[in-house]
């Protein structure tokens, strides 16, 4: 079973329907959240990719649980989703917390 790669899009798919259903906070439509993205998915790939890569990996992934696809420097391309969901439901949270702050 692929439990990392089913957690991965479970997680994607809940921070995506609670911003566009319930947050609406509109982070997907600025400049500055794809920025920060970028910038996040940059410094995952050097650590990640020095933490995962092959043949001699700090962290190992049992290959029964995610789609064995690895891009770049042998990472998962679980992780990616993972870092994408993580990083984007803090910033929903940050946001909500401004708005309550203003009100």
Not at 3 to 12: C, G, N, R, S
Not at 56 to 72: C, E, M, T
């Amino acid at each position: 079973m692929l439990e990392y790669t089913l957690a991965t899009v479970v997680a994607v798919v809940v921070v995506v329907a609670a911003e566009l259903l319930w947050a609406r906070t509109g982070i997907f439509t600025t400049a500055k959240f794809w920025l920060a993205t970028a910038i996040v998915w940059f410094f995952q790939i050097w650590v990640d990719g020095w933490l995962t890569r092959l043949p001699d990996p700090i962290v190992s992934y049992a290959p029964q649980h995610f789609l064995g696809v690895r891009f770049p420097f042998d990472i998962p391309i679980e992780d990616f989703g993972f870092g994408f969901a993580l990083v984007t439901a803090v910033i929903i949270g940050w946001e909500l917390a401004g708005r309550k702050e203003r009100a």
